[in-house]
């Protein structure tokens, strides 16, 4: 255990906990529908109830991005562009494969390489780096409990990520790491180049073009099925708010009898106490009433939308048909506090109708603390192809980007062409691309980690001319790869690697490095490929 956590005389501040992150404190939710006692996932033939699936999952992953494990939540597969419920999942299956892997490998960490690994963790350092003793107190008292969790599942998951960190070394030690390999690339990274650019840019290729009606339209001929209309719908929405009465501050105290000349003012910080317990009480109405409207809702198929929200003084709500480019304001407001992001508009143009009469329902809609949107999808017009009238601005404008982009393409590689040729003959690097007709300017030293200084020097100067020799031009330069706006051609003046004041330390760093690289690739493949071939099944699911 760690000694001396729980032997505090008092709080003397709250502020410590600051630093520990947003992630943490996010809400739990509900347990509804996930069978509180009753199995809801099964892994590798152990069952697990709905309070475990979010205590082990959801709530341990929030906490693990608050004690800022992020080698640990990767593993577990909780980065990525995957949506949050099926993040939650994998950091829960993958955790309990882990679990099930101490065993077979042997792996145990004891109590005390707990409590070390807790004491270095960044998340209860003060501003010396050391252990904070009360900042871990405030969490474990004043925020665990909020999240279904206790103290206990802080060790839970500092041991399990011990448990990843040595299945890693077990799994990558037959990967070797290649000392002369890692200097290699350590030079390379460590080089900085000067170089000189010329830079062709597409506005006067696109300035050139003059494309006649005709040619537009045997453009759109052979690509029309790309113009196509947005597709529209409308609905009848309504919003569903408590309506509370105004906060106001709390009302000063009797005078101090003892110096009634200064009597005591009220804190503005402090709110009415009997205005916050009437603002509850309404708010508890609203909720019960809110969920009872849906509850109906759904068992009449949403056949009463119009009525039931009347009965609640709902203000109903109807648009036309309009496209998610052009939605009301009320409907074009992000979700509130979605972890998914969007907007609400793009939630009702992704409902899909079944034969259900419901599936035409949206779910309720966060907008606001408290505030929520419900729409019904009345109508729609799918998305056709477009006329050429329709299309035609807009085949012209795609017409002259292509075309622009392949004269510009063209011209690029004719010049590099005649300035490698001048600057093998001898000429300077400035004097044949002038001749060329482009301006040149000297760039550098970089290094890879530099960024370029303006929009008119190339991002990829250094990956592209980090392998190139001094005094020969490099390759185009295309910038951005898709729909590029400019070319360049660069000459590197001079490449060299930037000295280290101890190599052997460096060199010894960098290997020790990659190889913890190659560990946590063991660790994950071995995960991933046991998550594939896990047995996971998913019940009492509503």
């Avoid at 341990?60 to 949506?83: H, I, K, P, T």
């Avoid at 840019?201 to 759109?220: H, S």
């Avoid at 709500?317 to 969007?342: C, D, H, M, N």
């Avoid at 660069?490 to 190659?518: C, G, Y």
């Amino acid at each position: 255990m760690i000694e001396n956590i729980r032997n505090y005389t008092g709080l003397t501040f709250v502020v410590l906990v600051g630093l520990f992150l947003g992630f943490l404190f996010l809400d739990v939710g509900h347990l509804k529908g996930m069978g509180g006692g009753k199995a809801y996932i099964q892994v590798e033939g152990t069952s697990y109830d709905g309070p475990e699936f979010v205590r082990l999952g959801k709530s341990s992953l929030e906490l693990a991005y608050g004690l800022q494990m992020f080698e640990f939540v990767g593993s577990m597969g909780a980065f990525g562009g995957n949506d949050e419920e099926s993040k939650e999942e994998t950091f829960f299956i993958k955790r309990m494969i882990l679990r099930n892997a101490k065993d077979t490998f042997g792996i145990h960490p004891s109590e005390e390489e707990i409590s070390e690994a807790i004491r270095t963790n960044p998340a209860f350092a003060n501003k010396d780096g050391k252990f904070d003793q009360e900042k871990y107190r405030y969490v474990v008292q004043q925020y665990l409990g909020s999240k279904g969790l206790a103290e206990s599942d802080i060790r839970e998951l500092t041991a399990d990520s011990l448990i990843a960190k040595k299945l890693g070394e077990i799994l990558g030690s037959g990967l070797g790491v290649n000392e002369k390999i890692v200097a290699a690339g350590s030079a390379l990274s460590r080089q900085q180049v000067t170089a000189q650019i010329a830079r062709i840019e597409l506005p006067p290729f696109k300035e050139a073009l003059k494309p006649t009606d005709e040619e537009i339209k045997a453009y759109w001929d052979t690509i029309q099925d790309s113009f196509r209309t947005e597709p529209k719908r409308k609905f009848t929405y309504f919003v569903a708010e408590a309506k509370l009465p105004e906060t106001k501050p709390d009302e000063a105290k009797p005078a101090d009898p003892a110096n009634p000349e200064k009597p005591e003012k009220p804190d503005p910080t402090k709110e009415d106490p009997k205005v916050l317990e009437e603002r509850q009480r309404k708010q508890q109405e609203f909720d019960e009433k809110f969920e009872d409207m849906l509850n109906e809702l759904q068992l009449k198929k949403g056949a009463n939308f119009e009525e039931l929200a009347k009965k609640i003084n709902f203000e109903i709500k109807s648009t036309e048909l309009f496209p998610a480019s052009l939605a009301p304001a009320e409907l074009a407001v992000p979700i509130y506090k979605s972890s998914r992001g969007g907007r609400i508009v793009d939630f009702l143009f992704n409902m899909k109708e079944t034969s259900d009469p419901f599936s035409k329902i949206s779910e309720p809609l966060e907008i606001g603390d408290n505030k929520w949107l419900v729409a019904r999808l009345d109508g729609e017009e799918p998305s056709r192809v477009k006329t050429f009238e329709e299309a035609r601005d807009q085949a012209r404008q795609q017409f002259i980007e292509e075309k622009a982009r392949e004269a510009m393409r063209k011209n690029a590689d004719e010049q590099l062409k005649k300035i490698r040729e001048a600057v093998t003959a001898g000429k300077s690097f400035a004097d044949a691309a002038k001749e060329a007709g482009l301006e040149t300017k000297t760039v550098g030293p970089v290094t890879a980690s530099t960024r370029p200084s303006s929009a008119s020097e190339p991002q990829a100067l250094f990956s592209s001319t980090s392998l190139v020799d001094p005094g020969t031009v490099a390759d185009l330069l295309i910038e951005p790869l898709v729909e590029p706006t400019q070319i360049f051609i660069a000459f590197v003046e001079k490449r060299e690697v930037i000295k280290q004041p101890d190599p052997a330390a460096t060199l010894k760093s960098e290997v020790s490095s990659a190889a913890s690289m190659n560990q946590r690739i063991a660790l994950d493949a071995w995960l991933t490929e046991r998550l594939e071939s896990a047995k996971v099944e998913r019940l009492n699911r509503r």
